[in-house]
C-alpha cells in the first residue's frame, strides 16, 4: 500500500474545493452538503464546516443513506449503515453531495435517485477527494481534490482521522492469484 495524499495535502484539497464551491455558488446562502454513508460523511462534516467559516455562517449538513437505493442492493452482504439523517429539506437549495472517492459512478447515480425522493433541488452538484476513473456511468464530479488513474485491480482507500485515527489517501495493488 502507498500513500498518495497526506493530511497536509488533505487539508489543502478541502480547502480548495470550499472555495470552489462558493464561488461558482456564489456564496453560500442556498447550499447544504450532504455525505453519502459512510465513508463520504467525515468530508462532508469538513466542507460544511470550512465553507461556513469562510462565509459566517452556519451552513445545513446531512448523511445519506443509499443501501436501498444501489442497483447490486440484493447482491451485497449486509452492513450496518445508519438512517439518512437530513434534518432540512432540500427542495429550491443547492446541494452539494460529497464522497470519498469516485469511480464508476454507481454510488452516485444511488444519492441522486435518494436526493429526489427527498425533494426537488435547484441543483446538485458533487464533491469528491478522489476520482479514480473507470465509469460505468455519465456522471462527473463538479469539485475534485485530486484525480488518481488508476488501474482496475488496484483499490483507493481514503482514512480519515476521524474513523481511522489519520487523514491519508492510500492506494494498494490487488494480491496477484
Given at each position: 500500500?502507498?500513500?498518495?495524499?497526506?493530511?497536509?495535502?488533505?487539508?489543502?484539497?478541502?480547502?480548495?474545493?470550499?472555495?470552489?464551491?462558493?464561488?461558482?455558488?456564489?456564496?453560500?446562502?442556498?447550499?447544504?452538503?450532504?455525505?453519502?454513508?459512510?465513508?463520504?460523511?467525515?468530508?462532508?462534516?469538513?466542507?460544511?464546516?470550512?465553507?461556513?467559516?469562510?462565509?459566517?455562517?452556519?451552513?445545513?449538513?446531512?448523511s445519506l443513506n443509499i443501501a436501498m437505493y444501489?442497483?447490486?442492493?440484493?447482491?451485497?452482504?449486509?452492513?450496518?449503515?445508519?438512517?439518512?439523517?437530513?434534518?432540512?429539506?432540500?427542495?429550491?437549495?443547492?446541494?452539494?453531495?460529497?464522497?470519498?472517492?469516485?469511480?464508476?459512478?454507481?454510488?452516485?447515480?444511488?444519492?441522486?435517485?435518494?436526493?429526489?425522493?427527498?425533494?426537488?433541488?435547484?441543483?446538485?452538484?458533487?464533491?469528491?477527494?478522489?476520482?479514480?476513473?473507470?465509469?460505468?456511468?455519465?456522471?462527473?464530479?463538479?469539485?475534485?481534490?485530486?484525480?488518481?488513474?488508476t488501474a482496475l485491480k488496484e483499490s483507493v482507500?481514503?482514512?480519515?482521522?476521524?474513523?481511522?485515527?489519520?487523514?491519508?489517501?492510500?492506494?494498494?495493488?490487488?494480491?496477484?492469484?
Amino acid at each position: 500500500m502507498s500513500k498518495v495524499m497526506d493530511e497536509n495535502e488533505i487539508r489543502r484539497a478541502l480547502t480548495r474545493i470550499a472555495h470552489e464551491i462558493i464561488e461558482r455558488n456564489k456564496g453560500a446562502e442556498s447550499l447544504v452538503v450532504i455525505g453519502v454513508q459512510s465513508r463520504g460523511v467525515p468530508m462532508a462534516k469538513r466542507l460544511a464546516k470550512l465553507i461556513g467559516q469562510i462565509e459566517g455562517i452556519d451552513v445545513p449538513m446531512g448523511s445519506l443513506n443509499i443501501a436501498m437505493y444501489r442497483d447490486d442492493f440484493a447482491t451485497r452482504s449486509a452492513r450496518t449503515i445508519s438512517a439518512s439523517e437530513i434534518p432540512f429539506d432540500v427542495t429550491g437549495k443547492s446541494v452539494i453531495l460529497v464522497d470519498e472517492v469516485l469511480f464508476t459512478g454507481r454510488t452516485t447515480r444511488a444519492a441522486l435517485d435518494a436526493i429526489m425522493d427527498l425533494g426537488r433541488p435547484s441543483v446538485i452538484q458533487l464533491a469528491v477527494l478522489v476520482d479514480r476513473g473507470h465509469r460505468d456511468l455519465p456522471i462527473r464530479a463538479d469539485y475534485v481534490g485530486k484525480n488518481l488513474p488508476t488501474a482496475l485491480k488496484e483499490s483507493v482507500d481514503v482514512y480519515w482521522v476521524e474513523t481511522k485515527g489519520e487523514d491519508a489517501v492510500m492506494i494498494a495493488k490487488e494480491a496477484e492469484s
